[in-house]
């Protein structure tokens, strides 16, 4: 059981990464628009030669 | 001759246009050089893949303007627009006209990328605006603008309104704060887990100590970061000497993490740590969701900015020279400032004309497409696009008392007020709150003398089931669940007080043209000269009015089309404004239009038999002595409109016509849908008088329109329908839109309406009854405050799954 003194902490550590990386992406716009960034990936870009 | 139609902008090509480009080794056509530039440079910059991904039209070349785009290059102005970043870039929001579909953004955003200085392109699809950040010691603002110009976009520097930095702001923060919580929350559970099996005795204190250290922590950090503004709010609420349910709120989010804090010391049991963490993010929860409705109305106003510009061109003349030519900033412009737009130009501001006729396009405010013809001193309203002829306009008033201006103040104001049933249980809660405090210390006092180590317990007990959460809960989130089903379906509900009223709405009030009908014209029958023959006729028509931009003439050109066309070449073609057009075509003149416009033309016999014209339009072809042909066009009824009346007559309503149109078409509408009541012919002030009528009697309004004439009705109205394919401003001025214009959506809208309410009843019977017994029980010392938790959040569930209910329907 002793694993835990471990476990928790490193858990604690995975949970303030979790954060730090949301608070980064809303910082970064990355939820200001859920609605046509997943229209990008649909866009090609070399269906059309000259 | 066969139709030929633009590769850039799908326009029917004129047959004296011969311009066109080889591109995938095919040739295509175009309408003007303008196109013809524009698909040169998009495939010369590898950005073909636009033609294949776009899905609908693109604006007509000719019809952007081409603005002075130095004029931002100067330092003052460009101050105004552009902000700097560090690292020496320069950041400015562009506000781009013109985008249809996601392939615009696509080649816009491929196009400005490959600029040199252009370090980074956001393009934000449903705002229609792209954020850039380059630098300005190699590319200027006005060669970024001009670059987005020469592929076929209109785009101007926008500033954004302080309410729109904040709620951006606000959304943000409240993102974070929620991300926490949940993060938090989910830890907390974990941790907490074992404590919900076993003891104190069975884990070993060592373990124990250790696991509580932990939440501990993480219930703190989440009290200094999610719980703010519970405890803000709390705070202000006392000082105005009220109660709210963020004063109760705080209170348990106190007690029970010091008392929490205060057994963790004395390594008790009675540990609720999990309990606030999971108070919290449900809190935040519920309210995350509230404010998004709130911040998507305000987008909606300011989507009305787009219909104004910020710059225009102001003119010095004596003596009808001008003398001297300069553009101002749309805010800086005085009364005794003369300003003149180009053909094709936004009118910046209300004025009145001083030049000579002209012609503007009000749809945008009025939903009215057919173009509106001005004469000298006419007003004209801020927001309106000129379509001929230069306009020199005097300003009638500042750009911020002009009409847009105060339409969106007013619609600010609006949009803060809450819905009455929220506010009545906020009162309700609020009374309950005195009555829960009072009954504590009662309680306090009863157990001082009977058991004094159990106050503290009985207290938080008491403190946590009788917070009215579930009762808080019980209307919001069962109009949440509505709200969202409705909207899914297509009846977007924008202001929250809707679903309440919906469900004693007595009268249901339509407007006629736009709403009953569509708003387009379509040529019903045609009535031809038995001298001619029939494809020669339409033929000549078809020549005539393929060359006219009017609405009208698009009739024509859709509804001619199918049968075979030769399009034969017009000579001298004029339009006549207001009336008609008029053309030779093989030698011979031809008019085509309305009947006071053939009258002076030829003569008019009465071997026409002129079907019923006493309503609806109708527009004759002539030729120099006889009428040829008379087309008889009407606004066809809605699919939608015979079964989605059928079902409000169901539900035992009172249905109405309330039209500003005189003709007779709306008796007939009222009798082929057999309502009783209409009002034809009537003002704005008819309609709202109409209105007040029955409400001094009692009845409870639901109005349906689509344009300005129906703003003022809207407002008394209990609930305001606008048409999706309404006006901005009716819209914004209504408390629903319609979006895919089924009007069949009304009596479903109703019914959930209905059910909604049934819904909310419960759950306020509900909570109510369980606080009160919670109340008791607590008071009476049998609860402790771990089940008080627990029985708080099974209220609070109960009622959100009831209120769930609603989602299946």
Request: hydrophobic fraction near 45%.
């Amino acid at each position: 059981m002793s694993i835990i003194f471990f476990l928790i902490p490193f858990s604690f550590i995975l949970m303030f990464l979790a954060i730090y990386f949301f608070w980064w992406a809303v910082d970064n716009d990355q939820f200001d628009n859920l609605d046509d960034i997943s229209k990008y990936i649909l866009l090609n870009d070399d269906l059309f030669e000259k | 001759m066969y139709l030929r139609i633009c590769f850039h902008c799908n326009l029917i090509i004129a047959n004296d246009v011969n311009i066109y480009l080889i591109i995938n080794k095919k040739i295509k056509y175009m309408c003007c050089y303008g196109c013809k530039e524009i698909i040169k440079f998009i495939i010369d910059s590898k950005l073909g893949n636009y033609y294949i991904y776009r899905e609908k039209n693109v604006t007509n070349v000719e019809k952007i303007s081409y603005n002075n785009y130095e004029i931002y290059d100067k330092n003052d102005i460009i101050k105004k627009f552009v902000t700097k970043n560090s690292l020496d870039l320069y950041e400015v929001t562009i506000s781009i006209n013109g985008i249809v579909c996601s392939a615009c953004f696509w080649l816009i955003e491929h196009h400005i990328k490959s600029i040199i200085g252009i370090h980074k392109i956001f393009i934000n699809f449903s705002t229609s605006k792209a954020q850039i950040i380059f630098d300005l010691k190699i590319i200027k603002l006005s060669s970024i603008l001009m670059e987005i110009r020469k592929i076929g976009y209109d785009a101007y520097p926008y500033v954004f309104k302080i309410k729109e930095t904040l709620d951006n702001i606000e959304y943000k923060n409240e993102l974070k704060k929620l991300i926490i919580s949940a993060i938090g929350s989910m830890q907390i559970m974990m941790l907490s887990f074992s404590f919900y099996l076993y003891d104190l005795n069975d884990i070993g204190i060592s373990y124990w100590l250790f696991i509580r250290l932990f939440n501990f922590i993480i219930a703190t950090f989440l009290i200094i970061f999610c719980s703010e503004k519970f405890i803000l709010n709390a705070y202000r609420s006392l000082k105005l000497k009220t109660l709210t349910i963020d004063t109760i709120i705080s209170l348990s989010i106190f007690m029970i993490y010091f008392l929490s804090v205060y057994n963790f010391l004395n390594k008790s049991d009675k540990i609720y740590f999990d309990s606030v963490c999971m108070f919290i993010f449900f809190l935040l929860l519920s309210r995350f969701l509230e404010m998004r409705v709130r911040h998507y109305c305000t987008k909606l106003i300011y989507s009305l900015q787009k219909l104004t510009t910020n710059m225009a061109t102001i003119i010095k003349y004596n003596n009808l020279n001008i003398i001297k030519k300069f553009q101002k900033n749309v805010d800086d412009i005085l009364i005794s400032d003369i300003i003149l737009v180009k053909i094709g130009d936004i009118v910046p501001l209300d004025g009145i004309v001083l030049s000579d006729d002209c012609i503007v396009d009000e749809s945008m405010i009025t939903g009215e497409k057919i173009p509106i013809y001005k004469k000298r001193k006419d007003f004209i309203i801020g927001g309106c696009i000129n379509l001929e002829n230069i306009l020199i306009l005097k300003p009638f008033s500042l750009n911020k008392n002009s009409f847009i201006t105060i339409i969106i103040q007013i619609l600010e104001k609006m949009s803060s007020i809450k819905p009455k049933i929220v506010r009545t249980t906020n009162k309700i809660s609020s009374y309950f709150i005195l009555i829960v405090l009072i009954s504590i210390f009662f309680a306090d006092i009863y157990w001082f003398f009977k058991d004094c180590y159990n106050i503290l317990n009985v207290t938080i007990s008491m403190l946590t089931v009788a917070c009215p959460c579930a009762l808080a809960l019980s209307v919001p989130i069962a109009i949440t669940c509505s709200t969202n089903i409705l909207a899914k379906s297509g009846f977007l509900i924008i202001k929250e007080h809707v679903l309440e009223s919906l469900s004693n709405i007595t009268d249901v009030i339509f407007d006629k043209t736009g709403t009953l009908t569509v708003n387009y014209f379509v040529l019903k029958e045609t009535k031809i000269s038995s001298k001619y023959n029939m494809s020669y006729v339409f033929n000549l028509s078809y020549s005539l009015e393929i060359l006219s931009n009017h609405p009208i003439a698009k009739v024509f050109s859709k509804n001619l089309i199918l049968k075979k066309n030769e399009i034969y070449n017009v000579l001298n073609y004029k339009e006549y404004i207001n009336c008609g057009v008029e053309g030779i075509i093989n030698g011979k003149k031809y008019r085509m239009g309305k009947l006071n416009f053939i009258k002076d033309f030829c003569k008019i016999d009465d071997k026409f038999d002129f079907f019923n014209f006493r309503d609806d339009l109708c527009i004759f072809l002539s030729n120099d002595y006889e009428i040829i042909a008379i087309y008889h066009l009407i606004n066809p009824l809605r699919y939608s409109s015979f079964k989605g009346i059928n079902e409000l007559k169901l539900l035992n309503l009172n249905l109405h016509i309330l039209t500003g149109d005189p003709s007779y078409s709306t008796n007939k509408i009222s009798k082929n849908l057999k309502i009783k009541f209409f009002f034809k012919n009537a003002s704005i002030q008819d309609k709202l008088f109409y209105i007040k009528k029955l409400q001094k009697n009692g009845a409870k309004i639901m109005m349906i329109g689509d344009g300005m004439n129906d703003i003022l009705a809207f407002k008394i109205s209990q609930i305001a329908v606008a048409m999706g394919e309404s006006t901005d401003l009716a819209k914004i001025s209504s408390d629903v839109t319609l979006l895919n214009n089924n009007l069949l959506l009304l009596s479903k809208a109703i019914k959930s309406g209905i059910y909604t309410d049934k819904i909310i009843k419960q759950n306020i019977i509900w909570a109510v009854i369980y606080n009160i017994i919670g109340l008791f029980i607590s008071f009476l010392g049998l609860i402790e405050p771990y089940y008080a938790v627990i029985g708080m959040s099974f209220s609070s569930l109960l009622v959100v799954c009831n209120s769930l209910r609603l989602l299946k329907k």
